[in-house]
């Protein structure tokens, strides 16, 4: 199996262009991924930049890479539309619940977890809160204003966008703005706020006495700006120059333009190596909203009779979906798309299952060397296509290929030793490493002691020709998702 560390390729929203991929440290690779503000539910969009990282994160270690992987929650300063004179999402959500900010965060980062666990996500090293670390961002703000990059007005810290960008001319480098095009909305809203400048972000905002998360600082109660925090975070656990920063496209501007200004003056880093990514999801071709009625939680599509799809689905049949599309594609989700995606899965994951129980017990006799080069290409492939800045759908349309050969040599169309022992071992092999280990799509979660149980009785009934028990036993199966296959000489089960 090909683990040549050196082909791996990784677009870097910092360079516009791919990259080779070389971490700092030979043997580690630092991330950091923007975590969400947890204020409410995770959605479906939410989904995608998680199951993005998480397939990086595996096929890292897979390499054999220790992964240090950072994810925050940001429970305080992430203000209403990213602006800096609105609400801050926490605490309205807190007031609306009649409930305390940190229950508030409490409460809605229990429930991310769950969500990206049924999602089989692998959990971060560390997960810092934004509210465990103020002091870090205090000390934070003051080197910037010490280095002459920030002002106060009336209590709060901003930074000044314009005079870094005359020293650095970095601003908007990740997001391809032109700070020239975002300044003359500048003089318009130029006396609408306390800002010298529009662009300029809010490193530390003033508390006024109705605000209830609020700390002391040389500057007065206040709180830190959202784009303070992850810079701390991530610099605390990795350094002051990592590997990997991740989020969402919509994080580029400006939350991540932000982060690398402070890291330009503070550290003189651009705090990570390669920012990496991912685009956006809509449902049904429209941005997903609450004011469009087509907003949907994680928990609504997995348990509930949403009133969208009016239909349930499961994480697998959503991860599956996600993987169909490459990372830095908009991938549109309909019913459809979800029943498709659905079917795809269930063929890949009994193809899982066979496999793992298939056993070369005879001689090779060599009679098709074509159906080895076959398997050798797809595998090799499969860890190209990984490489090439992890084309997951690339990736599937390979496994795919291996899926019919393995369905071949299941229905007997196919006889094993057509195919060499190492080859098919390799097959075997690769197959269950990344359909479980990299895609990490899993067997739905059936006790298959108690479908062998249903087997015996099934065959049992058979035998006594007893159909209205067959029949009780088949309906009864196929609505937790298990149909029987009945051959001459076996019956077995598969998943639907
Ligand atoms: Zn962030």
Redesign the pocket.
């Known amino acids: 199996m090909d683990k040549d560390r050196s082909k791996i390729y990784i677009f870097n929203s910092y360079s516009n262009k791919l990259e080779e991929f070389k971490p700092i440290d030979k043997n580690t690779v630092k991330m950091y991924l ?1 975590g969400p503000t947890v204020y409410g539910l995770a959605h479906i969009g939410h989904a995608k930049s998680s199951i993005t990282f998480d397939i990086l994160n595996r096929y890292f270690k897979y390499l054999g890479y220790n992964v240090k992987f950072i994810r ?1 929650y940001t429970d305080v300063g992430h203000l209403e539309h990213d602006a800096d004179d609105t609400e801050d999402k926490i605490q309205k959500q807190a007031i609306k619940e009649h409930i305390e900010p940190m229950e508030i965060a409490q409460k809605y980062m229990n429930s991310y977890r769950e969500d990206m666990a049924i999602l089989n996500i692998l959990p971060p090293n560390i997960e810092p809160q934004a509210t465990s670390y103020i002091n870090e961002q205090i000390e934070n703000v003051k080197t910037i204003l010490n280095k002459g990059f920030g002002y106060e007005i009336n209590g709060s810290i901003y930074f000044d966008v314009k005079k870094y960008n005359e020293k650095f001319q970095k601003y908007g480098i990740l997001s391809g703005r032109k700070i020239e095009d975002m300044m003359p909305e500048t003089r318009e809203l130029d006396n609408q706020n306390e800002k010298k400048n529009n662009i300029d972000f809010a490193l530390w905002k003033k508390a006024d006495s109705k605000h209830i998360m609020q700390w002391n600082s040389p500057w007065g109660y206040g709180y830190p700006g959202w784009h303070t ?2 810079v701390v975070l991530s610099t605390k656990y990795l350094g002051e120059l990592f590997d990997i920063h991740g ?1 969402g496209y919509d ?1 580029k501007f400006p ?1 991540h333009e932000a ?1 690398l200004a402070q890291s330009n003056v503070i550290h003189n880093t651009n705090l990570a190596n390669y920012w990496v990514h991912t685009n956006l999801v809509n449902i049904d071709g429209k941005k997903m909203s609450k004011s469009a009625n087509n907003y949907i939680t994680l928990k609504d599509l997995f348990f509930n009779t949403n009133n969208i799809f009016n239909k349930t689905f499961s994480p697998m049949d959503l991860r599956f979906l996600m993987l169909q599309t490459h990372y830095r594609s908009t991938l549109t989700i309909t019913k459809d798309s979800l029943e498709a995606a659905h079917k795809g899965y269930i063929k890949l994951i009994n193809a899982l299952k066979d496999i793992k129980n298939i056993e070369y017990k005879t001689e090779y006799t060599g009679s098709n060397n074509d159906i080895n080069n076959i398997i050798e290409d797809n595998i090799n492939d499969i860890f190209n296509e990984l490489n090439n800045d992890i084309n997951t759908p690339k990736v599937i349309s390979n496994i795919f290929n291996l899926t019919k050969i393995i369905n071949d040599i299941r229905n007997n169309n196919l006889a094993i030793n057509n195919i060499n022992k190492d080859t098919f071992l390799k097959m075997k092999d690769s197959f269950i490493n990344v359909v479980e280990n990299i895609l990490a799509l899993q067997e739905p979660k059936i006790n298959k002691n108690i479908v062998n149980i249903l087997l015996e009785l099934y065959k049992n009934a058979k035998q006594k020709k007893d159909y209205i028990e067959v029949d009780f036993i088949r309906n009864k199966l196929y609505s937790i998702g298990i149909k029987f296959c009945d051959s001459k000489n076996n019956i077995n089960f598969e998943y639907i």
């Open positions: 923007c925050n925090e992850c989020g994080l939350h982060e």
